[in-house]
């Protein structure tokens, strides 16, 4: 979701690896082991949660997170839980990284030290202020000075155990003063208007006349307005502090008029005095995103450089715009995914990926060697399969990872490994049962292959076939793709392919490693299948698969997906889960006189049906839902407007009769769980157009007034396109970050030019310095390299005037930016001292 500035979109994504903790303090009884857990949060709103490690005090979690950020946000923030089954986790302590200081820690394994976690540091939101100081003449004819401070409302509030009840204590701070006021209290809202107007009097010397008035002449500079925020709480340990803002009276000036919004700041000494060492450390890598795309016309010269990359009649792909930039950055990865992307979205994708994968056959020498490297080719194929083939993985392989994952069988098979309660042929039988299964429903699904995939595997073959006589080479260009890099780590890693939430315990996780070694084998049609295996007991247990029957099951499975545009996506008649979780749910009104309450339910999203049940285990035990909507009855699923029940993180799944209204956990949940619905109903026929972005509540519609419950939408639905990988990517955000890019090794840009010259003049042995690049026609390349410097340039000149612009706009203690926004700061500091590059 991207946010809107003046024309510009700003789109913010965090992928983090939470590794492992150490040397956490151990727990005060007897068994000093703890279960711990970690969580990500954005500011106070929890987006993700770790499994949980028990009994160690050194938790290793290896678990990895993505997401796009729906909201602006000032910490990303690392909670370490200890798990309490009588009572409320306990929080050991915390990592804050403050939004400025993410790109210090771009990319980076960084140890943070974990610090205390205290109720009077956890803050967030902003707070909207008006002071005005005013004369007022007495009825003796004496000049008395008031103070007005309005407090107008707020913003973003955290929510405490689950509810917000915020109120404002109004203090003026200063000698002899100790006045304090108090707002209403504001009901289950987290941005709560207040509109209160409190008056406090201020002293003035016995020499003041009125022309002579000048607030900076007395006490008025000594004195500052206390604001904080307060959850009003029924429980006896009292009302929980939200932050608060102190507003030295000295920016009133001469005007006496002062008018800001305020971010607001922890409770000055609030924190309890710990020593940071005692709390242990976290270890972190953490890569932050900021994207910022102009309208699309910005991009049209460096896109169409771009797209004219996988049309080889106008010049080599050596020489292309896409090969230039898997050349100039320092990993391939980097380069990938934005051009596969952008290659997908505009329909080009296997034109492209079979030219640079032609270009390489030709350059590959041993057909044993064909696809082995990280090149750009590979690259681009797995980032490819990961994008086009997720829904062809999760119907092949999630039900039965799900199953070695719940059922924990021993199939360690190693003699030294082997634990005395278990029994090696037992643990022999269970593997080769999974291996199998796995193997059958991997070389069965070849119809279900997105055609995306079957048209490249058709080129791959070509390509290697005639390059080689080598008869099988036509199965390995394609096996060291499907089984090597697609079905393979799958298994081994299920977490990272959402074929699971977490990753799996060690026992669990040593299966899969098992299961995976041996499906990868199968799949490669070596000639010698046991002299790939380093271990004689995996050796040993290859024999069971040594069947001329495995070898012709793989090979009429890669002669079916690499058959171009035979076969299409079919219809699976197995229901397959596709996502799960519990969220809140608002009564559908079916019974017209029935309580519409809210209530917290199981709600479970097939290829088939959206069901809810009252919990996790009637699902699981096979009780029919409460609830169940078939996909075809999903008209429109669109956000809830917060003002309809003053709940966050709401959406409503539209029905042809009335409408679901739901409450995700968080914000992250609450945008997942839109666009998996929307995606799998895209193609129903009966689709809204229009919705109403609020409720129907008191005989109207809340958004247009309209009093008929079946008054057609007042507002375009956002999710109206077809359901195609195409039309899930943003072309312009891709071109956005291959600018960056290219901005980015703009130094590599110039060598590349360098050595189309050195190339062109000396035509003796390569200079070592040059010797990195692949350069087949320098002069077409350094056409390209031209036409790609200038093309960044210009957006450069854009970039730099857009945030020169900005600059001059921005008013500090405005809604957009508070008073106390250091990210927004540091990011006009930044600017500022910024350059472009001149070629």
């Avoid at 303090?25 to 703890?34: A, E, F, I, V």
């Avoid at 681009?380 to 924990?408: F, N, R, S």
């Avoid at 390569?766 to 410097?789: M, R």
Wanted: hydrophobic letters at 35%; a neutral charge; charged letters at 25%.
């Amino acid at each position: 979701m991207a946010v809107e500035e003046e024309g510009l979109r700003v789109f913010q994504s965090v992928k983090i690896k939470i590794g492992e903790a150490k040397n956490i303090p151990p727990y005060p009884g007897p068994n000093k082991m703890r279960d711990c857990y970690c969580t990500v949060n954005l500011d106070q709103e929890e987006v993700f949660r770790t499994k949980i490690i028990e009994k160690s005090l050194c938790p290793f979690y290896g678990e990895d997170f993505y997401c796009e950020i729906p909201r602006s946000f000032r910490h990303l923030s690392f909670y370490i839980f200890d798990r309490d089954v009588f009572r409320r986790d306990s929080s050991i302590g915390k990592v804050a990284v403050k939004k400025e200081d993410l790109q210090k820690y771009h990319g980076k394994d960084t140890w943070f030290q974990l610090q205390p976690v205290s109720a009077d540091s956890e803050v967030q939101g902003k707070v909207h202020l008006e002071l005005r100081l005013s004369e007022v003449i007495t009825d003796s004819g004496a000049i008395n000075h008031k103070l007005a401070t309005r407090v107008l409302e707020c913003q973003g509030l955290p929510i405490v155990n689950g509810q917000c009840d915020p109120y404002a204590a109004v203090s003026l701070l200063g000698p002899s003063r100790s006045e304090a006021k108090k707002t209403k209290v504001k009901r289950k809202t987290n941005n709560p208007q207040y509109e209160e107007v409190f008056y406090f009097e201020v002293t003035r010397p016995l020499s003041y006349t009125k022309r002579q008035f000048d607030v900076e002449e007395e006490d008025v500079d000594k004195l500052a307005l206390r604001v904080d925020l307060w959850n009003a709480s029924n429980l006896k340990f009292g009302d929980e502090f939200l932050g608060g803002v102190r507003v030295p009276l000295r920016v009133l000036g001469q005007a006496g008029v002062h008018d800001a919004w305020y971010f607001l700041q922890p409770r000055e000494n609030g924190g309890k005095s710990v020593k940071v060492e005692e709390l242990g450390s976290l270890r972190l890598n953490i890569v932050y995103t900021e994207d910022h795309v102009f309208p699309s016309e910005h991009y049209t010269p460096l896109r169409e450089l771009l797209l004219h990359s996988a049309n080889v009649e106008v010049c080599p792909v050596s020489a292309s715009t896409a090969h230039t930039l898997g050349e100039v950055c320092r990993e391939k990865q980097e380069a990938a995914i934005p051009l596969v992307r952008l290659f997908l979205h505009y329909g080009k994708i296997v034109p492209f990926i079979s030219a640079i994968a032609h270009a390489e056959v030709n350059r590959t020498q041993d057909p044993n060697t064909i696809f082995r490297g990280n090149s750009l080719t590979s690259k681009c194929i797995d980032e490819t399969m990961k994008l086009a083939g997720m829904h062809y993985l999760q119907v092949t392989l999630k039900p039965i990872i799900d199953e070695i994952c719940t059922d924990h069988k021993p199939c360690e098979i190693d003699p030294v490994k082997l634990k005395e309660s278990e029994n090696l042929e037992t643990n022999r039988e269970n593997l080769r049962q999974y291996v199998d299964r796995i193997f059958n429903v991997i070389t069965t699904s070849g119809v279900r292959c997105p055609t995306v995939m079957c048209d490249i595997f058709f080129s791959l073959r070509e390509s290697a076939a005639t390059r080689f006589q080598d008869q099988d080479v036509r199965y390995t260009a394609v096996s060291s793709f499907i089984f090597l890099r697609f079905f393979a780590p799958a298994i081994l890693s299920p977490n990272l392919f959402h074929l699971r939430p977490h990753h799996p315990d060690p026992a669990t996780s040593r299966t899969l490693t098992l299961i995976s070694k041996t499906i990868q084998t199968l799949g490669s049609l070596a000639k010698s299948k046991s002299a790939n295996f380093k271990e004689s007991y995996m050796a040993a247990f290859y024999e069971y698969f040594n069947e001329q029957k495995y070898a012709d099951a793989v090979k009429n499975f890669l002669d079916l997906i690499s058959t171009s545009g035979k076969w299409d996506q079919k219809s699976i008649e197995t229901p397959i889960m596709l996502k799960e979780g519990f969220m809140i749910k608002r009564a559908q009104g079916r019974n017209r006189f029935g309580m519409k309450n809210f209530k917290k339910r199981w709600f479970r999203l097939t290829n088939h049906e959206f069901t809810y049940h009252k919990t996790k285990a009637l699902q699981t035990s096979g009780e029919s839902a409460l609830c169940s909507i078939p996909i075809e009855n999903i008209l429109a699923v669109e956000r809830l407007e917060e003002e309809s029940f003053k709940m966050k993180n709401m959406f409503q799944v539209i029905q042809p009769e009335r409408a679901l209204y739901i409450q995700a956990n968080n914000c992250v949940e609450a945008r997942d769980w839109i666009d998996i619905l929307t995606k799998v109903s895209q193609c129903n026929r009966k689709r809204l157009s229009t919705y109403h972005p609020s409720a129907y509540l008191n005989g109207h519609w809340l958004c247009c007034k309209l009093s008929a419950d079946t008054a057609p939408g007042c507002t375009p639905c956002t999710g109206g396109l077809p359901a195609n990988i195409q039309l899930d990517v943003d072309g312009d955000r891709e071109t956005e970050r291959i600018y960056s890019l290219f901005s980015t090794y703009m130094t590599k840009l110039i060598k590349m030019q360098e050595a189309c010259g050195s190339k062109s003049v000396y035509d003796g042995p390569e200079q070592e310095e040059y010797s990195s690049f692949v350069i087949d026609d320098p002069q077409e390349t350094y056409k390209t390299l031209k036409l790609i410097v200038s093309a960044v340039q210009t957006l450069e000149q854009q970039h730099t005037k857009y945030k020169r612009d900005k600059f001059k706009k921005t008013k500090i203690g405005s809604q957009e930016h508070p008073i106390g926004d250091k990210s927004f700061q540091c990011y006009i500091r930044q600017q500022s001292e910024s350059s472009t590059y001149s070629i």
